[in-house]
């Protein structure tokens, strides 16, 4: 299984970004994906979760602002954010909690930079 993130870039204060990860293997079910972040110096924290049954997570300091959504015909998680602040700037991390054929585990992909600043 294989976690494939895209959408980072440089974007202003104020403004809007759309992040995609998409799985691909052989999954047999998708428990949950999500989306998480680091930014330089600090640990990796949560920012939105969401599980095959549609609960939705958000770390408190997007919420209002960032919002997740799936496909899943095309096994792909998004994240779509709004307002962006200059403390949102992170490498951004896929996170996937997949069963594959053989086992249920947990995934990540490789991270996709989002730099906020004017």
């Known amino acids: 299984v294989q976690l494939q993130a895209s959408g980072g870039g440089l974007v202003q204060p104020g403004g809007s970004l759309r992040l995609s990860c998409a799985a691909s293997?052989?999954?047999?079910?998708?428990?949950?994906m999500g989306w998480y972040r680091q930014a330089p110096g600090k640990q990796r924290e949560m920012v939105a979760l969401?599980?095959?049954?549609?609960?939705?997570n958000y770390a408190d300091s997007v919420k209002g602002r960032f919002t997740i959504s799936r496909d899943n015909a095309k096994n792909t998680v998004y994240l779509q954010m709004n307002s962006l602040k200059p403390e949102d700037t992170a490498v951004y991390y896929c996170?996937?909690?997949?069963?594959?054929?053989?086992?249920?585990?947990?995934?990540w992909g490789q991270g996709t930079l989002v730099t906020v600043s004017s």
């Open positions: 969401i599980t095959s049954g549609g609960s939705i």
């Open positions: 996170n996937g909690d997949i069963s594959s054929f053989f086992r249920r585990a947990d995934y």
């Open positions: 293997g052989s999954i047999s079910n998708i428990n949950a």
